[in-house]
């Protein structure tokens, strides 16, 4: 009990102290995004202190705010949801219940959550893809993928491609009366670097390519190589996801050795010889001038590290190092970037990389928009950013399945 009073006390002295550190102007609803923003920093020092104690891991105490918002599969009115598996990895199906004359578009989800937190059946997600599946009368599915530091890379996104290839079957579209030619794989943050990267795997597949119509990627992490682009500058501490807490999180995908997590924090964590692999991510070539502001290209360090990690230059991990003859036969792409938010310019840099190679793009930038608004789409949060942006993104896939 005095243990739990303690908590609770270094809580709420945390709290008092973040709950004043300033917001930019221009967010909607400022005391809402700064009272959760406090809460997340709160959280985060607490497990950091956690740690040093030996009681838990970071991760682990960040992940009780996920593990709080898990849900049962609750059919309703209209959708027909089911817990099920496919090639043997946990998955959440949505099925409209009206009878359709015709095949129905499908699209497959994947969670963020930095590789280490968060499932597909969280109260947001789960209330997205029901919205998805009632408004455009399709099959969703969200994938609960196996999670860092118990599964490194690349587990993952190996997961997503098994259940992929899985849903893109004949014998399963027909099952679930899915149009082959109208299916769409989306992701938010780290879900959309492995919705990016399970795209660009199977994009040269003859049995799959022709059935992966769209990609719609929201606030998505792209690139590992620079941690020092202008977006992680400005947006340093948040809101909500701080670069610090991003790299405290992500590198647990590649090692659990936080040796890697202090390089990366200096932007020493890049081999010898990956030098070649920078013109693909110089956001002084790709980013329109007014996201530069007054920052100057300065190229990541390389060879600080004693160990060598050779995910750093794969593009499963890193989808921005696939060269432009790659890019071009990618399909139809959404991209929304936030403003206020570290992994602005890696879907910055991707939308014109894509268009620069002919591909067609519709991106849509949140001047006020923060990293995760869309798991504040539920109450009690309910966050008008976040309906804004899921019904940018429905709108988007209502035009284009």
């Not at 959440?92 to 359709?100: E, Q, T």
């Not at 190996?158 to 579209?173: A, H, M, N, S």
């Not at 050779?310 to 989808?319: H, I, T, V």
Request: aromatic share 10%; with cysteine; net charge neutral.
């Amino acid at each position: 009990m005095g243990y739990k009073i303690l908590c609770f006390g270094l809580f709420c002295i945390l709290f008092a102290y973040y709950i004043y550190i300033p917001m930019p102007e221009n967010i909607e609803e400022r005391w809402k995004v700064q009272f959760l923003d406090a809460g997340v920093k709160t959280l985060s020092l607490m497990g950091k202190m956690f740690e040093i104690l030996g009681l838990m891991k970071y991760e682990d105490v960040l992940s009780i705010i996920m593990k709080v918002q898990l849900t049962k599969p609750v059919s309703d009115e209209n959708i027909t949801v089911i817990d099920t598996d496919f090639s043997d990895i946990p998955v959440r199906l949505y099925l409209p219940k009206r009878k359709s004359e015709k095949q129905r578009p499908a699209v497959i989800f994947i969670h963020g959550g930095a590789f280490t937190l968060g499932s597909c059946k969280m109260l947001p997600y789960d209330d997205l893809n029901r919205w998805t599946a009632n408004k455009l009368d399709a099959v969703v599915v969200g994938i609960d993928y196996r999670l860092a530091p118990q599964y490194p890379f690349p587990t993952a996104l190996e997961d997503c491609v098994l259940v992929i290839k899985y849903f893109l079957q004949d014998t399963i579209l027909k099952k679930y009366g899915v149009d082959p030619t109208r299916i769409c794989i989306s992701g938010d943050s780290s879900g959309g670097t492995l919705a990016t990267a399970a795209i660009q795997l199977l994009q040269n597949n003859p049995e799959h390519k022709d059935k992966i119509k769209a990609q719609a990627l929201l606030y998505p992490a792209l690139q590992f190589i620079d941690t020092l682009m202008p977006s992680y500058r400005i947006n340093e501490h948040g809101p909500f996801l701080s670069r610090e807490i991003a790299i405290k999180l992500a590198y647990l995908y590649v090692t659990e050795d936080t040796a890697l997590a202090q390089a990366i924090q200096r932007n020493e964590h890049m081999p010898k010889g990956s030098r070649h692999l920078f013109k693909f991510v110089n956001w002084s070539d790709f980013l329109p001038e007014k996201y530069k502001k007054n920052y100057v290209y300065t190229e990541p360090t390389l060879g600080k590290l004693n160990v060598f990690y050779p995910a750093f230059l794969d593009s499963r991990l890193s989808p921005l190092l696939v060269n432009d003859s790659q890019l071009q036969s990618l399909p139809l792409t959404y991209i929304l970037t936030c403003e206020h938010d570290i992994l602005r310019d890696d879907g910055l840099i991707y939308s014109t990389r894509l268009r620069n190679v002919g591909v067609q793009v519709t991106h849509d930038h949140i001047e006020d928009g923060v990293h995760g608004a869309i798991l504040l789409i539920t109450v009690p949060c309910n966050l008008h950013l976040a309906v804004r942006i899921k019904d940018k993104y429905i709108s988007w896939l209502e035009k284009n399945l």
